[in-house]
């Protein structure tokens, strides 16, 4: 076996695929220091399973990933893979040739795999264990191993031997075993605390099996009174029912008679009662027409003194108006307007006097100052003749001199601000080109821009069309989930658990199905038509006579129960119809046939059910409609109102045909939801498919614009660094501008002053004696160009304030002139509108005459008018007074009819009610019977009825006190020896599983708990056997026997019905019953099962303890394995060492010793070492060579006893001389004989023992090369 090929890819300085072709033998690896040879050994330590960062030489395990460099981007992932060559079958797999391949991802996920399989890490350590090669690694020297196994604890160089003699993989067995130990002692220590908990349980359990087993006997005899007193109430009951019945007949037949008579007179009382309301709505309309007349005349009389009033009020003259004359305003404003121009004028004139004043006080002051320059030139030319000509010449010379520098300065100044200006014209010429480069990139850009807001926006509006998609189909699918659970709730509330459910699950010929499902009805009326059919609602449509007699039979033979049928016939829907009552209906009233739509041959049947049936909104009309008419009335609410009979109230349950209803308004709604889910799912997609293309056209669009960013943004940078060296010029420009200035400005007043002290000295120079009279004159001018000027100044002040008083008068003038002129124009147009409203008061007092005068001729119209209404009023009430004698005559007569057929229906109400009582108590009684006592009505009256007579047990108490119960024994460990005395459970443990399944399912199905009174009688039935002992016997195994099997057991005698002695009996047991108390039916199936729980738990606890003396035995083995292992490798390591370590120390000595010999399952490996002439051993006081060399001879010891498919070295022999390097080289060409190896080096001579070469190289990106080379051909080929 050896290594065959090792590929890398982003693995560390290898950025590029990188293949290592190997060969058997010796292959160096050379290259100058950093360019990434150690890399190779990482490579291969990483790809054979290292985890260790720093073994990898970094600090975190994605530092192998390749970072990238200036001229490359960094990768996403690092990825190796080792060939092994396994022709040998060194590792155990079926191949002869295995790749191992490593993946790490930057995100943190990582790969590997067996040829190109996924696997663990686990599957490639214990792969690579078993040829020798371990977790450790000790196959792998790299840089800074020599030393970490020289600086190695003696435990830690066990370790190598170890894993060189494949003993790790032992170790991993103990330490497997040991954690199936620890896992397994709390698995035992639960065991035990639940056999503890069972024993404790098991005590309770059997005293309550006891007192169930007492209760079984008294229930039985609960049951067979209860029955016998529950038939002879059926019989007693069945008997004033059939009285009863005959009685109703005649009682209908006097009804009948008394109806007629009504009828007939009802008759009559309707003609009258039309004729009276005739007479009455004349009389009505004569009394609204002397109404209307007499308000009518009212109203005029108001009209007319509202129209005399008017009159008076207008004819009243209007007071004058009161006001200045518009004329005067006027002129008053053209007054204004004058002198408002005078002020004008003058304010113009002091305007120029302050003017002129300036330009004077002006003049005065330039002559003052002169005046005062000339007398300071005469003081300072007789100062300076005074102080001398000298210094006046030395001065000179040195203002000269200044004069001549800041000339040299001015020069110097031109010519750097001429080569300043000269630049900053370069830099603006070469910043103009390049801002016009930049602007056609930005306009570029600008199109880019648009693009990618359009494609923005679109993308946008087709997310926004996602989003309200999804929210309809989410609405939609919400509305049909609801629907289908309203439909779903709605149809089992319709599902019957009647006989009428299982004649509809039946699909029987003939059965047209619910009369709900049948009946079509308008919405708002479905309550209305609930009450009106009743129990009919409920019930099944069925063809005809035949076919219900079929119904009927299905459910006796079925025994499912009793349902109503509704029987159909060949007549027609108008057949069953037309013969309702011929009744005048009230307004808002219908008839319930009309609100109903039925069809099929139970479409008459149904309509001759609702014929004389009227829809009204309330009682109240419900009242009045029923006591006129031969009718039944019914509200929208669902009371009905008859002459016979009512019913109604609140809270009423929703009826099967309002749920019916429902249920057709719940379909319909789930399906629209439902095509409004498949719609919009259609649009849906079709939205998400635009949205995709949107964003397609948005990435494209973006990546577009952003190039142009990258663009604009290197012109950008290069515009700013031309624009920076334009501004450095500019400012340099700037300075010497500014230095120019200030050196002209320094050279001007040199000038200045140098001109200053020429004229000075000049002066000096011509006139050498003083003249004190030509300074009196000069003083005196400056006295008075100084007093001139002060005057000019006041002249100024007394202008300036004359013009300020002129603007202040025309300021309150101003306007004046404006507001008398509107005021005037005011004054006009207020007479111009009372002179219009004195015309308008004229008109209307005109009017208001002649309205008073109409109103006085139509009051004697009406006056006439209203005398013939009374009149007429009079005679109709004289008419309808005559009628009403007559009416009250007849009503009088109907309403004694109608209090006999009052009293009639109320015998015949009572009757009905008492019957209804009657058979409302016979159901109860049939229901307590099929309750109570599982038994139908029928059996209960043929088996137990007063007819038959009643068995009596005498010796039953005597068997019951000799039966013996068996204890509960147990061992001395709390197991169960046996348990006996249940006679209705059976004894195998798979039977009474089944018992107590079987039983707590009936107990689920009747509703009760172990510990109800009835439950008792359910479990015995369950099982299959009364709860009764046996008769009387001997306690031998024939009488446990008859004890324990089913059936009940032979009465001693039998005697006849008494109830007085039943209802004792019944009285008797239920004290006996209430003085056990609360048993639990299950205890004894519960007994059976908690015992065998017990045995299964002690069984399994058995079970651990011996798995667990298993899993200690392994132990055992393995350390016993482990210590013969170790053994056999350290002597044979030690026996190398002692071979190896003179050839690499000649003259020298050292062996292996054990620091604990007799403990081999722990002892560790001390290392001594005493080269020649030396008399030392410790390896820490040798040199660095020399430690060096003693940390190769115990590794090549380890090769050598026992050998490894290859070997990884990393410059192990970089600290080695001449000499020690050849030693250290032969044992290399001794180890090439059984391994491969692999040797990084810098030294020459190993090179040259080398089979092939590969060099590593790094080119200026960072990126790691190879260039290989077989030392038999010489041929250098480029990785």
């Known amino acids: 076996m050896h290594l065959k090929t090792l590929t890398l890819r982003g693995f560390k300085s290898f950025a590029s695929a990188t293949t290592l072709e190997l060969e058997p033998g010796i292959t160096c690896v050379v290259g100058p220091n950093g360019s990434g040879k150690s890399n190779v050994v990482d490579a291969l330590s990483w790809v054979m399973g290292e985890q260790g960062a720093k073994s990898l030489r970094g600090g975190k395990m994605d530092d192998v990933i390749f970072a990238g460099t200036s001229g490359r981007a960094p990768l996403g992932r690092a990825e190796v893979a080792l060939t092994i060559d396994n022709t040998d079958g060194a590792l155990p797999i079926d191949y002869t040739e295995v790749t191992i391949s490593r993946t790490l991802f930057r995100s943190g996920g990582s790969e590997y795999a067996i040829n190109g399989n996924s696997c663990r890490l686990l599957d490639i350590q214990e792969l690579l264990s078993d040829s020798g090669i371990g977790r450790e690694m000790h196959v792998v020297v790299g840089q800074g191993q020599l030393d970490a196994v020289l600086r190695a604890t003696p435990e830690e160089r066990r370790g190598f031997i170890e894993e060189a003699a494949g003993v790790l993989k032992h170790r991993k067995r103990k330490e497997k075993a040991l954690r199936k130990l620890e896992s397994m002692q709390g698995n035992l220590a639960r065991l035990g605390d639940l056999t503890a908990e069972l024993r404790r349980q098991l005590g309770p359990l059997g005293r309550q099996a006891e007192a169930a087993r007492k209760a079984q006997t008294v229930q039985r005899d609960l049951r067979d009174a209860k029955s016998r007193l529950l038939a002879d109430d059926l019989a007693q009951l069945t008997a004033q029912l059939e009285q009863e019945s005959a009685d109703e007949r005649s009682l209908k037949q006097r009804q009948a008679e008394t109806e007629a008579a009504l009828g007939e007179a009802r008759g009559m009382l309707a003609r009258l009662e039309a004729a009276t309301s005739a007479e009455s709505q004349q009389v009505s309309q004569a009394s609204d027409t002397v109404f209307a007349l007499s308000q009518t005349r009212e109203r005029l009389r108001s009209l007319q003194s509202l129209a005399g009033e008017r009159a008076r009020l207008l004819g009243t003259a209007e007071p004058a108006h009161q006001g200045q004359d518009p004329d005067d305003l006027e002129a008053q404003a053209a007054r204004a307007r004058a002198s408002e121009e005078e002020l004008t004028a003058e304010v113009a004139i002091a305007r120029e006097t302050v003017e002129s004043a300036v330009d004077v006080r002006a003049e005065a002051e330039a002559a003052a100052q002169a005046a005062e320059r000339s007398h300071a030139a005469l003081l300072r030319a007789a100062a300076d003749r005074r102080e001398g000509l000298a210094r006046l010449a030395g001065q000179v010379a040195a203002r000269r001199s200044r004069v001549e520098a800041a000339q040299s300065e001015l020069d110097r100044l031109r010519d750097a601000l001429l080569e300043a200006e000269q630049r900053v014209e370069e830099s603006s010429r070469e910043l103009g080109a390049l801002e016009t480069e930049v602007g056609g990139v930005e306009g570029g850009e600008e199109g880019l821009d648009v693009a990618h807001e359009a494609a923005s926006e679109v993308l946008e509006l087709a997310k926004a069309e996602v989003r309200h998609l999804q929210e309809q189909v989410t609405t939609a699918q919400r509305d049909r989930s609801s629907a289908a659970a309203k439909v779903e709730a709605l149809e089992l509330s319709l599902d019957r658990k009647d006989g009428a459910g299982t004649l509809l699950a039946a699909d029987q010929a003939g059965v047209l199905g619910s009369v709900a499902a049948l009946l079509g009805i308008e919405a708002g009326f479905e309550d209305a038509v609930a009450a009106a059919l009743g129990p009919v609602a409920d019930a099944v449509a069925v063809a005809g006579v035949d076919e219900a007699v079929d119904a009927l039979r299905l459910l006796r033979d079925e025994d499912a129960g009793r349902a109503s049928l509704v029987v159909g016939s060949d007549r027609t829907a108008h057949d069953g119809a037309a013969a309702r009552p011929s009744v005048s209906l009230p307004a808002g009233a219908r ?60 809270a009423a349950a929703p009826s099967v045909l309002h749920l019916q209803s429902a249920l057709d308004e719940a379909k319909a709604a789930r399906d629209e939801a439902a095509a409004q889910e498949t719609d919009g799912s259609a649009h849906l997609e079709r939205a998400r498919a635009e949205r995709t293309s949107a964003q397609e056209r948005y990435d494209e669009t973006l990546a577009r614009l952003g190039e142009a960013d990258a663009a604009r943004a290197a012109a950008a940078e290069q515009l700013g660094s031309l624009g920076a060296a334009a501004r450095a010029a500019r400012a340099e420009a700037d300075r010497h501008r500014a230095a120019l200035e200030q050196a002209q400005s320094r050279r001007a007043e040199d000038e200045i002053e140098l001109e200053a002290l020429v004229e000075r000295m000049t002066i000096a120079e011509e006139e050498p004696s003083d003249d004190e009279g030509s300074v009196d004159e000069v003083q005196a001018e400056r ?155 029928d059996v209960l ?32 460990e709390g197991n ?292 290989s080379q077989r030392m038999g051909d010489r041929e250098a080929v480029t990785a």
């Open 591 to 650: 008839w319930a046939t009309d609100v109903v739509q039925v069809a099929g041959p139970a479409s008459a049947a149904l309509l001759t059910i609702l014929r004389d049936v009227v829809v009204v909104d309330d009682l109240a009309r419900a009242r009045a409609l029923v006591r006129d008419q031969p009718v039944v009335a019914v509200t929208r609410a669902g009371d009905l109102l008859g002459a016979t009979r009512a019913w109604g109230g609140s």
């Open 783 to 937: 006295d008075e160009a100084a007093a001139a000027a002060s005057a000019a100044r006041a002249r100024e002040t007394e202008a300036r304030l004359a013009l300020r008083t002129a603007e202040e008068r025309a300021r309150a003038v101003s306007g004046r002139a404006q507001a008398l002129a509107a005021s005037a124009e005011q004054e006009r147009e207020a007479r111009a509108r009372a002179a219009e409203r004195e015309e308008s008061r004229r008109r209307d007092a005109s009017r208001a005459t002649l309205v008073q005068q109409a109103v006085a001729v139509a009051l004697e119209a009406i006056g006439r008018s209203l005398d013939r209404a009374a009149a007429e009023k009079a005679a109709a009430e004289e008419a309808r007074a005559a009628g009403s004698e007559q009416l009250v005559a007849v009503r009088g007569s109907v309403e004694s009819l109608t209090g006999e057929l009052r009293e009639l229906t109320d015998v015949a109400h009572r009757d009905e009610v008492a019957r209804a009582q009657q058979l409302l108590r016979l159901e109860q009684l049939q229901t307590r019977a099929s309750e109570e006592l599982g038994t139908d009505p």
């Open 941 to 972: 009256m043929e088996e137990f009825g007063p007819h038959q007579p009643v068995p009596v047990y005498e010796g039953e108490a005597t068997v019951r006190d000799r039966k013996r119960r068996a204890v509960v024994e147990r061992d001395e």
């Open 976 to 1267: 169960p020896i046996r348990y006996e005395g249940d006679p209705a459970l059976p004894r195998g443990a798979a039977a009474r599983e089944d018992a107590l399944i079987a039983r707590t399912r009936a107990l689920h199905e009747a509703g009760l708990r172990p510990d109800d009174p009835a439950a008792t009688a359910v479990i015995v039935a369950a099982a299959g056997a009364e709860p009764e002992d046996g008769p009387a016997g001997d306690e031998d195994a024939a009488a446990t026997d008859e004890e324990t099997a089913p059936g009940p057991p032979k009465p001693d005698r039998m005697i006849p019905y008494v109830r007085e002695e039943q209802e004792a009996r019944l009285a008797k047991a239920e004290r006996a019953l209430s003085r056990i108390g609360a048993v639990n039916p299950l205890a004894l199936e519960e007994f059976a099962a908690l015992e065998e729980r017990h045995q299964f738990l002690v069984d399994q606890l058995a079970d651990l303890k011996k798995s667990r003396e298993d899993l200690l035995q392994i132990v055992d083995d393995i350390d016993e394995r482990v210590q013969q292992v170790f053994a056999e490798a350290f002597q044979d390591t030690a026996a190398k060492f002692l071979e190896i370590f003179p050839r690499l120390f000649p003259g020298g000595e050292g062996k292996l010793t054990l620091t604990e010999p007799e403990n081999l399952l722990t002892t560790g490996i001390e290392v001594e070492a005493r080269p020649a002439g030396k008399k030392v051993k410790r390896l820490s006081l040798l040199s660095g060579g020399e430690r060096s060399l003693a940390a190769v001879a115990f590794l090549v010891s380890i090769f050598k006893a026992r050998p490894s498919p290859f070997y990884i070295m990393d410059e192990v022999e970089a600290a080695l001389d001449d000499v020690n390097l050849g030693r250290l080289i032969e044992i290399f060409k001794e180890l090439q004989k059984d391994s491969q190896l692999i040797v990084i080096t810098h030294q020459k001579r190993t090179m040259e023992v080398a089979d092939a070469l590969y060099g590593v190289t790094m080119r200026g990106d960072g990126v790691t090369t190879l260039i």
